[in-house]
């Protein structure tokens, strides 16, 4: 007979109870692993379902259809409180991605900037880096969302007394950061497509840059033509059209500005406070993924001839990429679920819309449902993007 | 001494210099590490260096390319004077290929990657011409097989081979070998050394650091011995073993052929 885990030939088994045998055993531990999942769950839905009953509250989702009747502070997509509950988590969840996407991006700036000068050589510099580094990552984040608040709440003057960032355009005070609007052209249009054409002649002419190396060892310039193909005919458009530009301003009426766009300060102060709290671990990512790659490695690439920026490029970064990716990606989705702390200082994200939701409908588990929905796919859509990308870039090794 | 040792001395003799280094010293912070060190070395000649643990012998060969920086003296290698100035060391780290005790391979890139990026990307080859090359040298060094692998995929012996085949792609007029087998398994050492004898047969410029005496007896011109930062001893091989002139070296001589 065949051994059923490596099945090599064997003999007759000897005779063993039947309980005591490995392969009936392991089926038999399944079987009731996936009846005690079975009989748990039941137990939870059926209770459930009894409890909100006997106390008359509706299950499922049609309360989503009915009329919210609460204002929202700051949306994105156009929402009054005659509108649906639905069309308010929709806003929360626009709000939670802007929030999630502006952090992540400049979390990981700012992270790899305060990561490299932690390497630098230069004492006040390293120094700087690493007080920034340890104040931040060592205190809870919740606190530091209350202070940003508290700063941009309080310490920045009244509307009357605002800090002109640039005058007449933009101004920063305790309502937020004021910009002007652009009011919309025609132009708009063609600048934006001219742009989508440029990004593609930018990767044609990388493309052929690195036939045109491949076939003759000649490097062609990429920087400028990069920037050239993306921003140049847009430009041209649109200084051919007579450069029109129109903004609407900012005006100080009563008691608030008037016009043009805001950053709300609760905005301001979670943005501020994700960023900088979750760029002092991705500093300390970058930094020990520089770290891992040996003294030798750039030795290697010196003796060759190769001068830094080349050896950087071709040699340093691939390694480090490498150990930098995987933390990477948790701190990405810690960010992206850390935002919910929003609901602390005001900030109408999707957790303290449904929140407000949950209040006044009392559907908590569909509410918590759709948290945790929610949550989970933009949280699993960004580790899938990171784990292609880290596949991309594995090491084969022995 | 023998008639081929004779005729290949002169023939030394009559070879310009490849490599000055004159009354160079080098300082790590308070610690003198170099201190007043000469060597001329004519093109063609091969030299091995030897001497105790921290005595300074890979820090003198790192100079010759830059990867250290003097402070005092001078060293010229193939008639450029190292300084602070960026394109000369270019220049000569084209000119001088060096091979380290841990290898150096690059993970990331396969063996043939490993030995086209230099030629791709400072010599400015077409990728095609860079790969033929290549494949020469790893033919030369006996693994065109492994073209296609990673350096995590070789043996040690292999990968140190590798090495010397990337360093070769450069076609440098000089190689530098910083101890190149004493991170190898005994069984391995004899491969690479094979690779470093055929080099020397083709009349490669080659200076190396190693206590491998045989290799220092079969192959070498000079023998020198450094001692904490100065070059004691210098001499052809067979007077250097047979008739050590300073205590010094018989004594590091014992301790070495006892082992
Ligand atoms: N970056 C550095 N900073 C300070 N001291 C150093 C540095 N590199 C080397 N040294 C010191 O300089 C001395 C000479 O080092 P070197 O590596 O040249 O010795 P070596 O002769 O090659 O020895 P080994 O046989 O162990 O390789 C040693 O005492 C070492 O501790
Ligand atoms: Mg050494």
């Known amino acids: ?398 | 001494m023998t008639p081929q040792r004779q005729a290949r001395r002169e023939q030394l003799a009559a070879a310009p210099i490849n490599i000055e280094v004159s009354h160079v010293h080098k300082w790590y912070g308070e610690f003198h590490v170099l201190r007043d060190v000469n060597l001329a070395v004519s093109k063609g000649e091969r030299i091995v260096i030897c001497g105790p643990s921290g005595s300074g012998k890979s820090t003198l060969i790192r100079c010759i390319n830059r990867l250290e920086e003097h402070q005092k003296g001078n060293i010229i290698v193939d008639g450029t004077e190292l300084t602070n100035d960026v394109k000369n060391i270019e220049v000569i780290r084209r000119e001088v290929g060096m091979v380290f005790q841990s290898f150096n391979l690059f993970p990331h890139l396969t063996v043939l990657e490993n030995c086209t990026l230099a030629p791709i990307w400072v010599k400015k080859l077409p990728k095609k011409e860079a790969e033929a090359i290549a494949m020469k040298y790893l033919e030369r060094v006996r693994i065109p097989d492994q073209a296609l692998k990673y350096p995590g995929q070789l043996s040690g012996g292999q990968q140190q081979r590798v090495a010397i085949a990337r360093s070769l792609c450069m076609s440098p007029k000089i190689m530098l070998f910083d101890e190149p087998t004493s991170a190898l398994d005994p069984e391995m050492v004899k491969e690479v050394l094979d690779v470093m004898i055929s080099l020397a047969e083709d009349g490669m410029t080659m200076l190396c650091v190693t206590h491998e005496m045989g290799f220092a007896k079969s192959v070498a011109d000079r023998v020198i011995f450094m001692d904490r930062g100065e070059i004691i001893e210098q001499n052809v091989p067979d007077e250097f073993f047979n008739n050590p002139q300073s205590e010094r070296t018989k004594l590091f001589l014992s301790q070495i052929l006892n082992h």
């Open chain 1, 1 to 398: 007979m065949t051994d059923r885990r490596s099945g090599a030939q064997v003999a007759e088994k000897p005779k063993t109870a039947f309980w005591n045998d490995r392969d009936v055993r392991a089926v038999l531990f399944q079987i009731l692993i996936v009846l005690g999942v079975l009989a748990a769950g039941w137990y939870l839905v059926h209770n459930t379902l009894t409890n909100l009953e006997s106390r008359k509250i509706a299950t499922g989702f049609s309360f989503m259809e009915r009329e919210a009747g609460f204002s929202i502070g700051e949306s994105l997509v156009p929402y009054s409180a005659a509108d649906t509950y639905a069309r308010a988590i929709w806003a929360g969840i626009i709000n939670t991605l802007v929030i999630s996407v502006i952090g992540i991006f400049l979390a990981t700036i700012l992270g790899t900037v305060v990561g490299i000068a932690r390497l630098s050589t230069n004492w006040l510099v390293a120094r700087i880096a690493s007080i920034y580094v340890e104040v931040l990552r060592n205190t809870p984040l919740l606190l530091q969302l209350f202070f940003w608040y508290a700063l941009v709440s309080e310490a920045l003057p009244g509307v009357r007394e605002a800090i002109r960032i640039i005058p007449d355009y933009v101004f920063l005070s305790q309502k937020g950061l004021r910009i002007p609007h652009i009011v919309a052209n025609d132009i708009h249009g063609w600048m934006f497509a001219l742009f989508l054409g440029g990004f593609a002649a930018t990767l044609f002419w990388r493309r052929a840059a690195a036939k045109h190396q491949e076939a003759t060892g000649k490097l062609r310039p990429l920087f400028w033509p990069t920037v050239g193909f993306l921003f140049g005919p847009a430009a041209l458009v649109w200084l051919f059209a007579g450069a029109p530009l129109e903004l609407i301003k900012p005006v100080l009426r009563g008691f608030d500005f008037q016009g043009g766009g805001t950053f709300s300060p609760e905005m301001i102060a979670l943005l501020v406070g994700l960023v900088t709290y979750t760029s002092t671990f991705i500093a300390e990512n970058v930094r020990a993924g520089i770290l891992s790659v040996s003294k030798g490695q750039w030795e290697a690439a010196r003796a060759l001839g190769l001068p830094n920026n080349r050896s950087l490029r071709l040699i340093i970064l691939p390694q480090a990429l490498r150990v930098i990716i995987p933390p990477m990606t948790s701190q990405y989705l810690n960010l992206t679920k850390n935002s919910s702390l929003a609901v602390a200082i005001g900030y109408p994200d999707l957790v303290s819309i449904l929140n407000t939701t949950i209040n006044q409908t009392g559907q908590g588990i569909e509410g918590v449902a759709l948290i945790m929905a929610a949550y989970l796919t933009v949280s699993l859509s960004i580790s899938g993007f990171m784990n292609w990308y880290n596949k991309r870039i594995a090491l084969v090794e022995r």
